[in-house]
C-alpha cells in the first residue's frame, strides 16, 4: 500500500508521517528531505539554481539514502549524514528554487517511485497525490494556518536566531514558489482527505490518517 501525504510547509507532514509508518510498520519515504539533500550538495558546490548542465553533472555524481539510527530516519548524501544541514534556514530558503527545476525532479520522482514500490510506504511531499504517485490508495492533505506553521518552523530552529515576521514572510513566499512552479506544483488532489491542523493535536492527526488505513485495508 502507497499512502501519501501533500501540503506547503510548516503543516506537520513530516512528523506525522513518521510516527504513522512507525505505527503501521509502514517505510517513510520523507522526499522533501531529499530535495533538502540537493539543495545542501548545491550550495556546497557553489551551483546556483540557474545553472542547469552541472545540476545535471551534479545529481549525477551524488547519492542519496535514508538509514535508520538510534530510531531516527537519517539522511545520507554520498557517506555523510546530512540530517541537521537539511534542516538549516539556509537550505529552507533555497530548497523551492531547485525543487522546481525539472532535471531535479525527474531524477528524484524516478529514485521515490523505486524506494516506495519495495514496500508498504507512506509517502509525504508536495506531489506525491499528484505527480509520483497518483494512483495511491490513500491520499492525504495537510494544512495549518500561515500563524501556526511560523510557529512551528520556529519551535524547529533550535539554534537560528530569527522574528516570526521574519519566518511568516519565508513560508509565505515558499507557499507561492511551491504553488506557481512550473514543474509539478503544490496542488491538493481531488481524491485526497483534506486535514487542517490547525488545532489538532499531534496524536489526533496520527489517529486519523490510521483509521483511514486501517479501514482501507478491510474494504
Known sequence: MIVTIDGPAGSGKSSTAREVAR???FNHLDTGAMYRGITVAAIEAGISPEEHSKL???????TLSFANEDGKTVLYL???????????RETSKNVSAYSAIAEVRAAMTQLQQELAHAADTVCEGRDMGTVVFPHAELKFFM?????ERAKR???DLHTETISFDEMAREIAQRDTLDSTRAEAPLLEPADAYRLDTT???FEEQVAYIIRK???SKTV
Open 143 to 147: 494544512v495549518a494556518s500561515l500563524e
Open 199 to 201: 488545532d489538532l493535536t
Open 78 to 88: 554520498n557517506d555523510r549524514n546530512v540530517s541537521t544541514e537539511i534542516r538549516s
Open 213 to 215: 488505513i486501517e479501514h
Open 153 to 155: 518552523r520556529l519551535q
Open 23 to 25: 505505527r503501521t510498520g
Open 56 to 62: 545535471t553533472k551534479l545529481l549525477s555524481s551524488i
